[in-house]
């Protein structure tokens, strides 16, 4: 049986990685600087601007990664972001604690939370902030950006008063 051949949206949501993390590994495959490399083609859709990646070249990048290498400490499923807690319907995504300064959750929620406010401000769309992010993290990252939008909303109606 023939190996698969996956688009790069396909290949970061088979790894859990954003696309973004996926079009680095091609640029490192093309300049001859990942080991292993990915195997590649272009895509005949999209005027060939697209990318394929077979299933089995993307899954060892993935394994030799420097994040697959790193341990995990357990957390706790109910840190919270800040003063806020995540919506009880926002579940805990499986990220631990891989650094060596001693993130927390309560940390990486609270930095998605300042990236995405940031983002706001600068009036990026949900589209483009959501490409940023792993699939498994939209739904606490869409809360952080409707809560960003209702504060920069508020700050905006005390400015015309």
């Given at each position: 049986?023939?190996?698969?051949?996956?688009?790069?949206?396909?290949?970061?949501?088979?790894?859990?990685?954003?696309?973004?993390?996926?079009?680095?590994?091609?640029?490192?495959?093309?300049?001859?600087?990942?080991?292993?490399?990915?195997?590649?083609?272009?895509?005949?859709?999209?005027?060939?601007?697209?990318?394929?990646?077979?299933?089995?070249?993307?899954?060892?990048?993935?394994?030799?990664?420097?994040?697959?290498?790193?341990?995990?400490?357990?957390?706790?499923?109910?840190?919270?972001?800040?003063?806020?807690?995540?919506?009880?319907?926002?579940?805990?995504?499986?990220?631990?604690?891989?650094?060596?300064?001693?993130?927390?959750?309560?940390?990486?929620?609270?930095?998605?939370?300042?990236?995405?406010?940031?983002?706001?401000?600068?009036?990026?769309?949900?589209?483009?902030?959501?490409?940023?992010?792993?699939?498994?993290?939209?739904?606490?990252?869409?809360?952080?950006?409707?809560?960003?939008l209702a504060e920069k909303r508020a700050e905006k109606r005390e400015e015309e008063?």
């Amino acid at each position: 049986m023939a190996e698969k051949w996956v688009t790069v949206k396909e290949a970061s949501e088979i790894v859990g990685r954003s696309p973004h993390t996926v079009y680095n590994w091609i640029v490192r495959t093309r300049k001859g600087e990942a080991k292993p490399p990915l195997v590649m083609r272009r895509s005949d859709k999209e005027g060939g601007k697209g990318w394929l990646i077979l299933v089995g070249s993307l899954l060892e990048v993935e394994e030799g990664s420097p994040r697959a290498a790193r341990p995990r400490a357990p957390q706790p499923d109910n840190e919270v972001t800040d003063n806020k807690p995540l919506p009880k319907n926002i579940p805990f995504n499986g990220a631990r604690s891989c650094f060596s300064g001693g993130d927390t959750m309560k940390r990486v929620h609270a930095d998605r939370r300042k990236w995405v406010r940031r983002w706001v401000v600068e009036g990026k769309s949900l589209f483009k902030v959501l490409a940023v992010f792993s699939s498994e993290l939209h739904e606490e990252v869409e809360w952080h950006y409707q809560q960003a939008l209702a504060e920069k909303r508020a700050e905006k109606r005390e400015e015309e008063e």
